[in-house]
């Protein structure tokens, strides 16, 4: 058994589903889809007002960081319970600050006192809001940001997606004929269909598919150009239920919050009924010791996120979370037995 890392690609049963991911979306009738959500806010980039300060939340994806001149941003403090610090979104918005990012964690939907106030704030001062629903799309596809943005390749098997969408496209991007290339590049769709043949038993090929995933999130990192995405992706969109992938997170979250309550172990957010989990997030001493056994385990769990260093003096919850946090899978891969396997193989932890 194995649980977490990238997703595997099946290429029988596939199938078209109405219930997609771009009917979903269908309401929003400015939308483009990207190779990945970074290309899309760099694709927002281009029109935001280059002299112009951002303020980023303290705990944020340096992909993200990386989208904006590093010069000009600041950063808001993000409460323990990873809701905004609106008094510190406050204190920071003067006169030079053009846009404001919001970011919504694991699944969690940010407060509505907090997304009003934050509104407020915006309309007063006439600042952009960028909303990056690349942990909560299925939770909400919109609060209030005047753009919205998702990598969506990390709720399905995609070798790469992005989104963007907005509702009131103000400062009047190109969203029709954008002009961009089309991604051509099918390496991790590669990976993806060895994974699905090893995970059968039909394929010795477990350190050639982990080489390409690797191989494939380098090139992304270093990647500059902007791509719209590829006609497999969107296949692949076309062939996935959205409502499966809702219906199996909350059963799978759901379990494992009853399960590991027994043993001490809460996750990190405190998630509405009609919360779509992305992960189960929890904060574990010792985690890198504690990752390890879960990987001798197959038990595949992301960092969300490695400390950058930026403004490390400004973010001390995103350095302290940086060594605390892990991602336990959670996705519509899985069912009872799976979960039941992970709980069983925690309970037996015995640290150092």
């Avoid at 690609?9 to 109405?18: E, M, N, R, V, Y």
């Avoid at 997606?161 to 390496?187: F, H, Q, R, W």
């Avoid at 992960?279 to 990752?291: A, G, H, L, T």
């Avoid at 519509?332 to 709980?343: A, I, L, P, T």
Wanted: contains cysteine.
């Amino acid at each position: 058994m194995e649980l977490g890392s990238e997703f595997n690609l099946s290429l029988s049963g596939l199938k078209l589903t109405d219930h997609n991911l771009f009917s979903y979306l269908n309401e929003f009738q400015n939308k483009i889809y990207f190779d990945s959500g970074r290309s899309a806010l760099k694709y927002i980039a281009r029109s935001l007002p280059k002299d112009g300060i951002t303020l980023l939340p303290e705990f944020i994806c340096e992909s993200v960081i990386d989208c904006f001149d590093r010069r000009r941003i600041r950063f808001y403090k993000i409460e323990s319970d990873f809701t905004i610090d609106m008094e510190s979104i406050r204190v920071q918005v003067t006169p030079d600050v053009k846009v404001i990012f919001l970011m919504h964690y694991f699944g969690m939907v940010q407060p509505a006192d907090k997304l009003d106030a934050l509104k407020r704030t915006a309309q007063e001062q006439g600042i952009i809001i960028i909303e990056d629903a690349t942990h909560s799309i299925f939770s909400k596809k919109r609060t209030i940001g005047d753009y919205v943005i998702s990598s969506i390749r990390k709720w399905m098997p995609l070798p790469k997606g992005g989104v963007l969408y907005t509702a009131d496209n103000v400062l009047g991007i190109e969203m029709e004929k954008p002009g961009l290339p089309v991604s051509t590049e099918n390496e991790r769709a590669a990976a993806m269909i060895l994974k699905d043949l090893f995970l059968k038993d039909l394929l010795d090929c477990n350190s050639e598919y982990r080489k390409i995933f690797a191989d494939c999130e380098n090139a992304l990192d270093k990647q500059e150009e902007i791509y719209r995405i590829s006609d497999l992706s969107g296949f692949m969109i076309s062939c996935t239920d959205i409502g499966e992938i809702i219906l199996r997170r909350k059963r799978n979250y759901q379990f494992l919050e009853e399960q590991m309550a027994c043993h001490d172990i809460l996750p990190v957010i405190r998630l509405k009924p009609d919360d779509c989990p992305l992960v189960f997030p929890i904060r574990i001493r010792q985690r890198d010791m504690f990752r390890k056994y879960l990987t001798d385990h197959r038990i595949y769990c992301a960092v969300h996120w490695p400390f950058d260093g930026m403004m490390e003096e400004t973010r001390t919850f995103a350095a302290e979370n940086a060594a605390l946090l892990l991602s336990l899978p959670i996705d519509q891969r899985y069912g009872e037995d799976e979960m039941r396997y992970m709980v069983k193989v925690i309970s037996e932890y015995r640290g150092a």
